[in-house]
C-alpha cells in the first residue's frame, strides 16, 4: 500500500513570497489533515478535510493560508504573503474514514524555510 | 493552552531496558489516545492507541497504560533497542472530532 506522498521535500523562499504544497492521501482515505510543526513544538492541526468538503479549520491563518482538496482527493496548501514565523514543517495526513477511531498516516512532510 | 503535555524532552536508557515515556493531557474529553514515533526527516509514524475504556493496551515490545483519574497515559518499551531511538510523541482526539492534538514530544536515545 503506498503511503501518503508529499512535495517538494525541502523549500526556501523570501518573507512576502508565496509557496504552494502538494499532498497525494493514500487511495480511499476519505479524510486529510494538513500539520504544521514548528521546530521544538508537537505538529499543530491547520485544517481537516472530509472527502472535498472543511470539517475545521479554526487554526488556519486565513488571511495567508489556504487550502483546498480537489475531487475528493489530492489536496494543495498556500501561504501567501510567507512571514519568517511560517518556518515549519508542513505535514499532510490521511485516514480511512471519519466516526471510525483510527489512526492517521502522516506524509515525510515538507520543510519550509523562510528567509 | 497546551492540552497535551510531555515533560520530559529527552529520556536516554541502556539497550534492554525498559523505557517510560509520559504524557499528561488537561482536556476531560479526550477518549482516545495515540502514540507516534519519528525518525528525522520522516513524518510521524503510528506506534499505538488506547481507547478511554480500557486502562492497558499491548503491542509486542509496546504497551500503553491509561490512568483516566489522574489524565495521564504512559507508553513502555521492554526490552528497549538501539532503533528505538526516535522522538515520540503522544496524541489525543475527543468523540466526534478526529482532530489530533499532539504533545510536544520526548526524545529517546537508547544506549548500546
Known amino acids: 500500500e503506498a503511503g501518503v506522498a508529499q512535495s517538494p521535500r525541502y523549500k526556501i523562499i523570501e518573507k512576502r513570497q508565496s509557496v504552494a504544497f502538494w499532498c497525494n492521501p493514500i487511495?480511499?482515505?476519505?479524510?486529510l489533515y494538513w500539520y504544521q510543526q514548528i521546530l521544538g513544538q508537537g505538529p499543530k492541526l491547520l485544517i481537516q478535510?472530509?472527502?472535498?468538503?472543511?470539517?475545521?479549520d479554526s487554526q488556519l491563518p486565513k488571511d495567508r493560508f489556504s487550502a483546498e482538496r480537489l475531487k475528493g482527493v489530492d489536496s494543495t496548501l498556500k501561504i501567501q504573503p510567507a512571514k519568517l514565523e511560517d518556518s515549519a514543517v508542513y505535514l499532510c495526513a490521511s485516514s480511512l474514514m471519519r466516526g471510525r477511531r483510527t489512526e492517521a498516516f502522516f506524509g515525510q512532510g515538507t520543510r519550509l524555510t523562510v528567509v | 493552552d497546551q492540552q497535551v503535555k510531555q515533560n520530559s524532552p529527552s529520556l536516554s536508557v541502556q539497550e534492554g531496558r525498559i523505557s517510560i515515556l509520559n504524557c499528561d493531557y488537561t482536556?476531560?474529553?479526550?477518549?482516545?489516545f495515540l502514540w507516534y514515533k519519528k525518525y528525522p526527516a520522516e513524518g510521524p509514524t503510528f506506534l499505538i492507541s488506547i481507547s478511554s475504556i480500557k486502562d492497558k493496551n499491548e503491542d509486542g515490545r509496546f504497551t500503553v497504560f491509561l490512568n483516566k483519574s489522574a489524565k495521564h497515559l504512559s507508553l513502555h518499551i521492554v526490552p528497549s533497542q538501539p532503533g528505538d531511538s526516535a522522538v515520540y510523541f503522544c496524541a489525543a482526539s475527543a468523540e466526534g472530532n478526529e482532530k489530533l492534538t499532539f504533545g510536544t514530544g520526548t526524545r529517546l536515545t537508547i544506549i548500546p
Open positions: 482536556n476531560s474529553m479526550f477518549d482516545y
Open positions: 478535510f472530509q472527502n472535498n468538503g472543511v470539517v475545521d
Open positions: 487511495s480511499g482515505h476519505a479524510t
